[in-house]
């Protein structure tokens, strides 16, 4: 029915193109993929390997100390109806007196995403309870991260998973 078109000869020149375009291609998604994953999620925990491992000396000397103070910290979360949630912390030392006078600070950590962490102001409500407040705090799994201080020295720090509706 239609005449028979001539094929064109594939030549050393046409060859090399079409290597270099299927090449180009691959090696620009490639290039493209890792700056993606490379911006959303860099995999790291600390900025600087270097100095946390500098610092980790002393953090095992804090966390001995912390252990051997014996205080019992609990922190509860509930969710407010407008999508925020209250963080209360009753601290008792080792004879179950509470513990006044130390200034609280909590942070709910994403796991997945450094960029969402939300800290949080505790406040001295009664003798030895903390409390405050987060206003709008997406829902899933968080660590709630709380730290108490007195006079610029960290006196408790704890790390726990909660999950949030």
């Known amino acids: ?23 180009g291609v691959v090696i620009g998604v490639n290039v493209i993929m890792m700056r993606l994953a490379i911006q959303t999620l860099p ?19 804090t966390a ?22 209250t963080v209360q912390v009753e601290a008792r030392d080792n004879l179950g007196r509470p513990i006044s006078g130390l200034k609280f600070q909590g942070r709910f950590e994403r796991p997945t995403d450094r960029r969402a962490d939300l800290s949080v ?6 003798i030895g309870i903390y409390r405050g407040n987060a206003e709008a705090i997406a829902p899933g799994q968080w660590d709630l ?12 720090l704890s790390k726990n998973r909660v999950l949030l509706h």
């Open 121 to 126: 102001s505790l406040a001295e409500v009664g």
């Open 145 to 156: 991260v709380v730290e108490g201080a007195a006079d610029g020295q960290r006196l408790f």
């Open 43 to 61: 995999g790291t925990e600390v900025d600087s390997a270097y100095s946390a491992s500098l610092a980790y000396q002393k953090e095992i000397a």
């Open 1 to 23: 029915m239609f005449p028979a078109q001539p094929s064109r000869p594939v030549t050393g020149r046409m060859v090399f193109f079409t290597m270099v375009a299927f090449f």
């Open 64 to 85: 001995q100390a912390q252990s051997a103070r014996n205080w019992k910290v609990e922190a509860h979360v509930e969710r407010s109806g407008q999508g925020g949630a």
